[in-house]
C-alpha cells in the first residue's frame, strides 16, 4: 500500500480555505477576548487535523504520521498570523499543539478516532 504524501495533504488543506466553515473559525478568531482564545484556536486546529484525516481516509492510501503531522503544521503556521518576533518559533508551538490533540484523541478513542467518534 503507498502512502499518501504531504503535498496531497496540504493542497486539501488549502481547499479548505474556501469554505465557509474556515471562514468561520477564523472569524471567530478576530475580536475574541484573551480568554476564549484557546477554545477558538483548538477549534481550528482540531479542524485541520480532522481534514487531514479525512483525506487520507477517502484516498485508500496510507498516511505517515509525520506527513499528516507536517502538512497540518505547514498549513496552520501559513493561517495563524503572528508577530514577527514570534515566528522563529510558531511552528514548533504550532507543532506541540497538533501533538497534543492527536495524543489525546489516539489514547481516548483509539487510531480510529475519526469514524468512531461522533461529530469528530
Known amino acids: ?17 474556501d469554505t465557509d466553515h474556515f471562514k468561520a473559525d477564523i472569524a471567530a478568531l478576530h475580536g475574541t477576548k484573551i480568554l476564549q482564545l484557546p477554545g477558538k484556536l483548538l477549534d481550528l486546529f482540531t479542524d485541520a487535523i ?10 485508500g ?14 498549513f496552520l503556521e501559513k493561517v495563524i498570523q503572528v508577530p514577527f518576533y514570534l ?21 481516548f478513542f483509539g487510531k480510529t478516532w475519526l469514524k468512531d467518534v461522533p461529530n469528530a
Open 1 to 17: 500500500m503507498s502512502s499518501i504524501d504531504k503535498e496531497v495533504l496540504l493542497a486539501g488543506l488549502e481547499q479548505y480555505l
Open 50 to 59: 480532522k481534514i487531514v484525516e479525512k483525506i487520507v481516509a477517502d484516498s
Open 61 to 74: 492510501e496510507a498516511g505517515l504520521g509525520k506527513a499528516k503531522r507536517d502538512a497540518v503544521v505547514d
Open 87 to 107: 515566528e522563529t518559533i510558531d511552528g514548533y508551538v504550532i507543532g506541540l499543539i497538533v501533538d497534543t490533540i492527536v495524543g489525546v484523541l489516539n489514547k
